[in-house]
């Protein structure tokens, strides 16, 4: 089975801190993708990345950055985060008829 | 236009009834169409791929494809429960899976 793990379920932080998020895939994928999940809005991809130290910018990636020094590790940074960057925010990696596995999830609350 | 068209719902049907959920598309290009299920809180599961025109079933789960008419459906026989959730459409995108604004199932029992 898949396996896709994220740092963490639930974070709290404050108004201009940066935050790492990381998640980790176990099936040697080499796509992987950041999305953020806000009621009415449905699921925004953020950022992507198809190989090593490769990424490419999503639908909403201001705001954002990621890093991807491993294939099974891929991080989402928030430089400082900001109130409007409370969400839930769920990685997935691809597999190889193009379906994608999610991991649980963090949701991320700034205050 | 939103790609992945979706009836946000809820969608109520009683329990042990067939349960019908409908997504229409507008990239005709897509060769791959999933459908995945999320419980409030929770990231969405895989529950079902279908990648031709026609019926691919597992267990109580029927995916439907129709390309020429650009819409996916997933039928849920026996509903339960345990089946309220909201459903997820997608389909493969340019960069990564274009998902539906989902549709929520309520299975009263």
């Known amino acids: 089975d898949v396996k896709v793990t994220q740092s963490s379920r639930y974070l709290v932080k404050r108004t201009g801190e940066k935050v790492f998020l990381e998640c980790v895939q176990d099936m040697d994928h080499e796509n992987m993708f950041w999305y953020r999940q806000d009621p009415g809005l449905g699921l925004r991809l953020i950022y992507f990345?198809?190989?090593?130290?490769?990424?490419e910018k999503g639908d909403i990636p201001e705001g954002y950055s990621v890093s991807r020094e491993k294939k099974e590790r891929f991080s989402l940074i928030l430089e400082s985060a900001s109130t409007n960057q409370t969400s839930m925010y769920l990685c997935a990696s691809r597999g190889v008829h193009y379906e994608q596995y999610f991991g649980p999830g963090t949701r991320l609350t700034v205050t | 236009q939103k790609e992945v068209e979706q009836n946000s719902g809820p969608l109520s049907v009683p329990e042990g009834a067939i349960a019908s959920l409908n997504c229409t598309y507008s990239d005709r290009g897509s060769q791959s169409f999933f459908w995945y299920r999320q419980y409030s809180g929770k990231s969405p599961e895989l529950i079902m791929s279908i990648y031709s025109n026609g019926d691919k079933e597992d267990g109580r789960f029927t995916a439907q494809l129709n390309k020429a008419s650009q819409y996916v459906s997933l039928l849920i026989r026996d509903s339960q429960p345990s089946d309220s959730a909201t459903y997820l459409c997608a389909q493969t995108g340019r960069r990564a899976l274009t998902f539906g604004s989902g549709t929520r199932l309520q299975v009263q029992p």
């Open positions: 990345s198809y190989d090593v130290k490769m990424k």
